[in-house]
């Protein structure tokens, strides 16, 4: 048996280099699927929106919770919300209720 001594040009691998060929193996992973995925989304129909629910659903904004929510009582006495972002407690301050943990507020 004969020891084979294959001859491989020593060509430092810098991260730019990984990067830009792992970029193309993942390209070309993907141009692989890419037949695949077409095909099956050829017999699906776009659902269809009524013009009036779409404008609807632009126009939202958040909205403050309704005017009469459950106010509760901590256990130093002050009155307090549970914030509708986070789950938090809310405290008022004046006339604007603010989430302690996530900073959501509105005026009451």
Request: charged share 20%; with cysteine.
């Amino acid at each position: 048996m004969s020891d084979v001594m294959i001859d491989v040009p020593a060509r430092p691998v810098n991260r730019r280099s990984f990067l830009r060929g792992s970029a193309l193996f993942a390209g070309a992973i993907g141009l692989g699927f890419a037949p695949m995925a077409s095909a099956q989304g050829q017999g699906q129909q776009p659902p269809t929106q009524d013009p009036q629910q779409g404008q609807q659903g632009q126009d939202k904004k958040p909205t403050p919770p309704s005017s009469d929510p459950e106010n509760k009582i901590d256990a130093q006495g002050r009155e307090y919300r549970d914030c509708p972002q986070c789950g938090s407690h809310m405290y008022r301050e004046g006339r604007t209720w603010t989430c302690e943990n996530c900073g959501y507020s509105y005026v009451e």
